[in-house]
Structures are given as C-alpha cells and as structure tokens.
C-alpha cells in the first residue's frame, strides 16, 4: 500500500548548522510532495511543496529536492536557528480530481541548539 | 482572512458517547480533509469530502466514523460509540482546488475518550 517513511526521527543540531531530513515513497503516482511543521499543540504548518516536474526548490534557508527515480525527497535547512524547533512531517500526495488524500511520514522532532 | 476553523478545540467523552466535530474551511475553499494523528505520531489521512459529496473515505474505519460537508455549514466528523482508541487530535484542512492545491489545516480537535 502506500507507505512513506522518514528519516532521521530525532534530530539535533547546533545553531547555525545545517539539518536535512529525508523520505522516501512508494506509491510511483505520487507527484506532489509538501513539508510541514508542527509546534507543539499547535496545527501543521506549509513550509515548502515540490511538485514531481521540478527536481529542487529553494525558498530563503529552506530547500528541497526530489529525486522521482529513486523515490527519495529531502528537506533542507541551512543556518538552523533555535525557532526552528519543531516536528517537520513530509508527505506524498496525487493531484487529481478523484483524491487529495497526502500520506504522510513519521515526523522528525528537529532540536535546535542556541 | 480567517483560516481554518475547527471546535471544539478540546473534546471530552465518555467510553460510549457520541463525538461531533466540526470545521470551517477557509473563505472560498469548497474541499475539506479529515486526518487523525495518534500521540507522536504522523497524520492519517480519514476523508476528502466536497460540498454534498464525499470524494474518498478510503481512510475512515468501516463502523462508528462518518463524515459530512453540507451545502450550508461546516463539514462534520462524527465518531459514535466512542473508545478509548479513539482519544486522539482530529485535523482537518482546506483547498481550494481539490488534490491539486495546498492544503491548509485547521488548530485540531483534541477528542480524550475517558
């Protein structure tokens, strides 16, 4: 069935650093692939989405890419600041008018060190 | 321009009970997403419904679950018998296109089954 799976599910890094999370898919109809972050307690939020025509998309210290032969997408951010702190959920999705349903990942609970 | 609106935000019932849950989606959004997201874990996509219609419930378990957006008001999610399986946060979010847009979530309903 439709599975995706992420990777690391704990992540700690220091200010500054850079963090990357990865997901891998199965479903190969999959053509939309956003992230989102969570606070605590708080709803999941769209940081960044790719679509399957694009290989990379960069917004300020958030960038993606995808790789659709190998299944695989990361999460990158660079210059991690202490407000990043958060889960980060990936997910894969069809566009199409019969179902928006996205699959998501396990989540990845980002640390962020001052 | 209000986001997405759910409530109760917390929800309290007994083993037994029915729960009723509500949400608005975003001014000029006409498709709705029901999730469920279990404690430290990711979202499970439940239902996709239209106004009047229900696109995909491929998620919803088979008893007890239904789910409605009507041509007037809020779209509801209804869990009838309560367990204490089912004590968990009830997202729901918003598009504007039908599996072709973002998707927009709601605060959550946080439903506790005592």
């Known amino acids: 069935g439709e599975n995706v799976e992420q990777h690391p599910s704990t992540l700690s890094v220091q200010e500054g650093d850079s963090a990357v999370i990865k997901c891998t898919y199965s479903?190969?109809?999959?053509?939309?692939f956003p992230w989102y972050k969570q606070e605590l307690g708080k709803r999941p939020q769209l940081i960044i989405d790719?679509?399957?025509?694009?290989g990379e998309k960069k917004d300020q210290r958030i960038a993606v890419t995808l790789n659709k032969t190998a299944k695989h997408f990361s999460l990158h951010i660079t210059e991690t600041q202490p407000e990043d702190s958060a889960v980060y959920f990936c997910a894969a999705g069809v566009t199409a008018s019969n179902t928006g349903k996205l699959i998501f990942g396990q989540g990845t609970t980002l640390q962020v060190k001052p | 321009n209000a986001g997405v609106m759910q409530n109760p935000r917390h929800l309290v019932r007994r083993r037994g009970q029915e729960a009723r849950l509500r949400c608005s989606p975003m001014k000029g959004h006409s498709h709705v997403y029901w999730y469920r997201q279990l404690p430290e874990e990711g979202l499970k996509f439940m239902v996709y419904?239209?106004?009047?219609?229900?696109?995909?419930e491929s998620g919803m378990p088979k008893e007890r679950f239904s789910a409605e957006f009507p041509k007037e008001g809020p779209s509801i999610l209804r869990i009838q018998q309560v367990v204490r399986g089912d004590s968990a946060a009830y997202f729901c979010?918003?598009?504007?296109?039908?599996?072709?847009?973002?998707?927009?979530f709601g605060p959550g309903t946080r439903l506790t089954v005592t």
């Open positions: 790719i679509r399957s025509n694009v």
């Open positions: 479903d190969s109809a999959s053509n939309y």
């Open positions: 979010a918003s598009s504007p296109v039908g599996g072709e847009d973002e998707q927009y």
């Open positions: 419904l239209q106004k009047e219609n229900i696109i995909d």
